[in-house]
């Protein structure tokens, strides 16, 4: 997912291991996705739409 981010926005993200099975994509201590929540990972594709609607 990293990669893609990069690729698409040129953003560089970073990985924070956490514990437990979650998966939350933060931006700005902003939680823009929770797998905990959604009951699923997301697609690369739905982060990087999400990523783009926050630069507006």
Do not use: C, Y
Request: hydrophobic letters at 40%.
């Amino acid at each position: 997912m990293a990669a893609e981010i990069k690729k698409e926005l040129g953003i560089e993200s970073k990985l924070v291991r956490g514990s437990g099975g979650i998966f939350d994509v933060t931006v700005d201590n902003k939680r823009i996705f929770s797998k905990k929540e959604e009951g699923r990972f997301p697609s690369e594709k739905e982060i990087v739409d999400q990523l783009r609607a926050l630069a507006v």
